[in-house]
């Protein structure tokens, strides 16, 4: 999965490329559902992605030299 | 110019065999970078290494978050699906005594392979449901037991041991023919692309 998000540069993302880069993850999801409510499923999981851009977006990381510098945070 | 590069991962030892930091450093730019920053720490070089870090810690959350969300909400939705049928079971069209309903309550709930079939209320068939053409002119190749495991498969959801008790024949029949309906709807598909 993670050979797939290769846009280096971009911060923020698309819903359209998560939704694509995520496609065989949620087809994956569908398989215990009954046949009839799979499509419903696909769209509701889309739907709560969506609802969930501004969360994926908004994710901080810190950068290389803060990350090494860190002290060791107890579990 | 390799003595600092040393220097500077056993300073940082317990960090740098981080699996983030492993895995970020496995892609040659990224570790590229690295090398620069020891060997000429401007800020330039830093900055770069710091945005590439970043994105990379970055998408590594986004996949955990997501991977997560779909999990659960797919297992949540299972949930509801499975209790939302348990509640609403039968539809009784007709009027019925109070006798005969009693009795048809108690043979259906007892059997869950009738209740799978009261489900399909229309009782559509393939060929309704299909929508490829190509499809539905190699449903005709298929033999009528053939069809018939495929609509209580896919459109009353019976499992295959069900679908074997059902027609009374043996699971491994069931799953050969299964298999072998599959196939022949596939297989002409494939025939068509390549002629």
Same mark, same amino acid.
């Given at each position: 999965?993670?050979?797939?998000?290769?846009?280096?540069?971009?911060?923020?993302?698309?819903?359209? &490329?998560?939704?694509?880069?995520?496609?065989? @993850?949620?087809?994956?999801?569908?398989?215990?559902?009954?046949?009839?409510?799979?499509?419903? =499923? &696909?769209?509701?999981?889309?739907? @709560?992605?969506?609802?969930?851009?501004? %969360?994926?977006?908004?994710?901080?990381?810190?950068?290389?030299?803060?990350? /090494?510098?860190?002290?060791?945070?107890?579990? | 110019?390799?003595?600092?590069? #040393?220097?500077?991962?056993?300073?940082?030892?317990?960090?740098?065999?981080?699996?983030?930091?492993?895995?970020?450093?496995?892609?040659?730019?990224?570790?590229?970078?690295?090398?620069?920053? %020891?060997?000429?720490? $401007?800020?330039?070089?830093?900055?770069?290494?710091?945005?590439?870090?970043?994105? +990379?810690?970055? *998408?590594?959350?986004?996949?955990?978050?997501?991977?997560?969300?779909?999990?659960?909400?797919?297992?949540?939705?299972?949930?509801? %699906?499975?209790? +939302?049928?348990?509640?609403?079971?039968?539809?009784?069209?007709?009027?019925?005594?109070? $006798?005969?309903?009693?009795?048809?309550? *108690?043979?259906?709930?007892?059997?869950?392979?009738?209740?799978? !079939?009261?489900?399909? &209320?229309?009782?559509?068939?393939?060929?309704?449901?299909?929508?490829?053409?190509? /499809?539905? $002119?190699? /449903?005709?190749? =298929?033999?009528? *037991?053939?069809?018939?495991?495929?609509? !209580?498969?896919?459109? #009353?959801?019976?499992?295959?041991?069900?679908?074997?008790?059902?027609?009374?024949?043996?699971?491994?029949?069931?799953?050969?023919?299964?298999? *072998?309906? =599959?196939? @022949?709807?596939?297989?002409?598909?494939? +025939?068509?692309?390549?002629?």
């Amino acid at each position: 999965m993670e050979d797939n998000l290769i846009k280096d540069d971009i911060l923020t993302r698309d819903f359209e &490329e998560i939704i694509e880069q995520f496609s065989l @993850k949620i087809k994956k999801s569908l398989v215990n559902t009954p046949y009839q409510e799979r499509e419903d =499923l &696909e769209q509701e999981i889309k739907i @709560k992605i969506y609802e969930k851009m501004d %969360i994926i977006n908004n994710i901080t990381a810190p950068g290389f030299f803060e990350f /090494i510098n860190e002290e060791k945070k107890e579990k | 110019m390799t003595q600092n590069i #040393n220097d500077f991962f056993k300073i940082y030892d317990q960090k740098m065999n981080e699996p983030i930091v492993k895995q970020f450093l496995q892609e040659k730019n990224n570790y590229s970078l690295l090398i620069s920053s %020891i060997d000429k720490p $401007t800020k330039e070089n830093k900055n770069r290494l710091d945005t590439a870090f970043k994105n +990379h810690y970055k *998408k590594v959350k986004i996949v955990n978050y997501l991977s997560k969300l779909i999990y659960f909400f797919a297992i949540d939705f299972d949930k509801k %699906i499975s209790n +939302h049928r348990k509640k609403n079971v039968l539809n009784m069209d007709s009027d019925t005594s109070f $006798t005969d309903r009693n009795k048809l309550i *108690k043979e259906s709930t007892s059997n869950i392979m009738s209740y799978k !079939l009261e489900i399909n &209320e229309k009782n559509s068939k393939i060929v309704d449901i299909i929508s490829d053409e190509e /499809i539905i $002119t190699n /449903i005709k190749n =298929l033999s009528d *037991k053939q069809i018939r495991i495929l609509e !209580l498969k896919y459109i #009353n959801n019976f499992s295959n041991k069900e679908i074997s008790k059902f027609l009374n024949e043996s699971e491994q029949t069931i799953s050969y023919n299964l298999r *072998k309906a =599959l196939n @022949k709807l596939r297989d002409s598909k494939l +025939h068509k692309r390549d002629v």
